[in-house]
């Protein structure tokens, strides 16, 4: 039994890579615009019925790691060494999910400009990392000891997630992070 659930599970693994994959292929070549849920569904040989069952929308396709997104913030603040500031830990994690090297994925650079560039993609990426919010922020709180509705734990989370924003809109996201993140540390009283 145990091996029909992980062989199922490996085969949904490899649909929803299948789909997600085809589907940045074709945005990256036609432009997000010009493709339709269709044309990625017979790039991967799946019914669109099968890609919506992995994906609820054309947006969710390039944004297909979302589930690790909000598991990674909470355990920036977590995990972080005791000589680690929560802003800092916040900021290394931005920075790792935002501006990794461009050698781990030659599609890097070309995917960042995709989404800075489709408005329909840079509201969707905006909207997937503040819904993260309350989660970072009961992490913050536990991790400080405060109240799980202390408004500035709320306030950190709220401000660290929009540090994403920053950067995707920015000509130099690094710097964009940096100075969000500097603020959040030191307070605008040292900018």
Same mark, same amino acid.
């Given at each position: ?39 990625v569904a017979e790039a991967a040989d ?37 000589d680690r500031s929560i802003p800092g ?26 989404v800075r560039h489709t408005p329909a ?19 913050? %709180?536990? #991790?400080?000891?405060?109240?799980? $509705? *202390? !408004?500035?734990? /709320?306030?950190? =989370?709220? &401000?660290? @997630?929009? %540090?994403? #924003?920053?950067?995707?809109?920015? $000509? *130099? !996201?690094?710097? /964009?992070?940096? =100075?969000? &993140?500097? @603020? ?8």
């Amino acid at each position: 039994m145990d091996a029909t659930v992980g062989r199922r599970e490996r085969k949904k693994a490899a649909t929803r890579q299948a789909l997600a994959d085809a589907a940045l292929d074709l945005f990256l070549e036609h432009g997000y615009d010009r493709v339709t849920i269709r044309d990625v569904a017979e790039a991967a040989d799946v019914s669109t019925t099968t890609l919506l069952k992995h994906f609820p929308s054309k947006e969710a396709l390039v944004f297909d790691q979302d589930g690790d997104r909000e598991a990674g913030l909470v355990a920036a603040v977590v995990d972080r060494g005791p000589d680690r500031s929560i802003p800092g830990a916040l900021r290394e994690y931005v920075m790792r999910a935002h501006l990794r090297a461009p050698d781990t994925d030659p599609r890097f650079h070309a995917f960042t400009d995709l989404v800075r560039h489709t408005p329909a993609l840079n509201e969707y990426a905006h909207r997937m990392w503040t819904r993260h919010q309350d989660a970072l922020t009961r992490a913050v %709180a536990g #991790a400080t000891g405060a109240a799980a $509705d *202390d !408004p500035r734990c /709320a306030a950190l =989370a709220r &401000f660290a @997630l929009e %540090a994403s #924003a920053l950067a995707r809109d920015s $000509d *130099d !996201p690094a710097r /964009a992070v940096d =100075a969000a &993140f500097d @603020l959040l540390e030191h307070g605008w009283s040292t900018a």
